[in-house]
Structure formats: C-alpha cells, structure tokens
C-alpha cells in the first residue's frame, strides 16, 4: 500500500517557509550586522525546513500530483536558492552511488591526493560548498558542455552527476534559475535590503545546511543502501528537519514521506547522537581500508504491491 502525501500539511509548510524568508530578510535588510547575523541564525533554520520539503520533491512525495510536485519543488528552490531539477537528478545519483568511490568524502586511498581531499572535506564543514551549488546552476543553465569537459569528466565524485543532465532537464534548470532571479530581483527591489546583510544571513544558512550534508554518511559502512545512519536529535529539530534524521530509514525506503520515517526507526538501526557523529568529522578523512561497493543501476523501489 503507498503511504498517503501529507499534502495539505506540506502546502502550509511551504507557504510558512516563504512568509518567515520574507519576514526575516525584511527585518534584516537594515538592520546592524550583528542584528543580520542572529536573523540569519533564525533563517538558516527555516531554509533547512524549506531543503527538506525540496527533498521530498526529489523523491516524489511532496504532492501527489507529479506536475505539481515538481512546481513547489521549484519553488522551493528558489528559496535556496538553485535549480530544483540540478537537485532531483543528483540526488537520484547519490541514491545509487552512496558510499562507492563516486562518494568517498571521508575517506582516501594511496594515490589520492592527500591535499586535494583535506580542501574538499573542510569545504564542506566550513560552508564553502555552499556557494557553489547556486554557481552550479546557473553554469548548468548558460553553458551545461562546460560540466562536461575533462576535469569535471576526471573527478569521481561530478563523472556520473553531470552527464545524468540531458535536454529537457536543462531545459526546465533555465526555467528555474529564471524563475529564482525574477523572484531575487522582486525581493531586492520591494526591500532594498543592504546585500552585504543579505548575504551574512545566508552565509548562516550555507554554513548550518553544508555541514549537514555528510553527517549521516561518514565513515559508514560501505554499502549503497546500508551507508547511512539514524541520529539523535530533538524534537524540535526533528520537526525542523522534517525527519531528515531517519537517513538510513531514508536510503531503505526512499520512497517514503517524510511523515512515515519516525514510524519505520524503531525497525531500523539505533540512532546516534548527532553530536557524537558531528565531531568525529573534524578528526578529517581516513584512509580506505578496501574497496567500495558498485553503484545501483537505479534507486531501491518498493516491492510489487507493497
């Protein structure tokens, strides 16, 4: 039995996420840097409610109605702000690729270079890799053959994500980065927000999303579907996150809402306090102790009438 899409509660969450953006940009737009930085602590927050709800579009979940699933996905995105479509077809990569040598952040093997691996890990940590999924979108949007030249064709980790983009998903990338900048340029113009606030409040929320985004993977087992983990938080984080902690429920059953994943932990592995799993990240990357699993020909899928 398909589990039921939560749609009118993702409706009122999604149209809340965008009143408190609004809300807090406009109180921040002349506010004294100080002011900005504790609004964009608060924003950062709303943004990861605003990722997740995304997240459930990549999967499909969000609306019940395909069509209308991709459109609040992409207005989701405008949040970010980025291309949802970027999103939904990298993440159905990482569903596949999960702890293969495509995705070995936190881990290197002889011949890596050691340098090349410490920069991309305290990127991450540190926010860095932020920026540049924005910047990646619009690179897909104004010239997609320039991801496809030989360093982004050499990198492990951008070999299978960039050639998964074919015509009709650049196509609705071009739509979606111009749906964003309308939306930027309205915002701009109605608030006249100082941009260098603007942008210190979603440095706040580049740093808290990035952070995020290996957490529940490092130094996992070696294993697509089983390379995950469950973590510890609190209730209102796990509101905040929409059940993003139930990551290994996730990569089993990726095709449940995020209503149903609380449901589905106890049958899972025991969560792991976050914090526990957060600070043994600063520790670094390590070396590879074997190889790495093949990636899925495509995402888990529930069973045949189940």
């Not at 360093?151 to 739509?175: C, E, G, Q, W």
């Not at 995020?212 to 697509?224: E, G, K, L, S, W």
């Amino acid at each position: 039995m398909t589990p039921a899409i939560a749609r009118r509660l993702n409706l009122a969450l999604i149209a809340g996420v965008y009143a408190s953006v609004i809300a807090l940009v406009a109180a921040g737009a002349r506010a004294p840097w100080w002011g900005a930085l504790a609004l964009g602590v608060v924003l950062s927050f709303v943004l990861l409610t605003n990722y997740a709800l995304m997240h459930e579009a990549m999967h499909d979940v969000l609306h019940p109605d395909p069509a209308a699933n991709r459109l609040l996905g992409a207005a989701c995105g405008v949040l970010f702000p980025a291309a949802f479509t970027m999103f939904k077809v990298g993440h159905a990569v990482h569903h596949r690729c999960n702890r293969t040598d495509h995705e070995m952040f936190d881990i290197y093997y002889p011949g890596d270079s050691r340098l090349l691996k410490y920069g991309q890990w305290y990127g991450l940590l540190t926010g860095a890799y932020y920026p540049l999924v924005p910047i990646g979108s619009i690179l897909l949007a104004i010239s997609p053959r320039l991801l496809q030249t030989t360093p982004f064709r050499k990198s492990r980790t951008s070999s299978l994500i960039f050639r998964a983009y074919d015509r009709d998903a650049v196509n609705r990338i071009r739509m979606e980065v111009g749906a964003a900048l309308v939306f930027w340029w309205g915002m701009v113009t109605w608030l006249e927000p100082d941009l260098v606030n603007l942008a210190l409040m979603y440095a706040c929320f580049g740093f808290n999303w990035s952070t995020r985004q290996y957490v529940t993977h490092a130094f996992t087992p070696r294993d697509v579907v089983n390379g995950a983990l469950n973590l510890k938080v609190g209730r209102v984080m796990g509101w905040i996150l929409l059940n993003g902690q139930w990551d290994l429920v996730h990569h089993r059953k990726p095709w449940l809402p995020w209503t149903e994943l609380a449901s589905e932990g106890p049958a899972s592995a025991p969560p792991v306090g976050f914090w526990t799993q957060y600070l043994r990240l600063w520790g670094g990357p390590r070396p590879a102790t074997g190889p790495g699993p093949a990636p899925l020909a495509e995402e888990p899928r529930p069973a045949a009438g189940g």
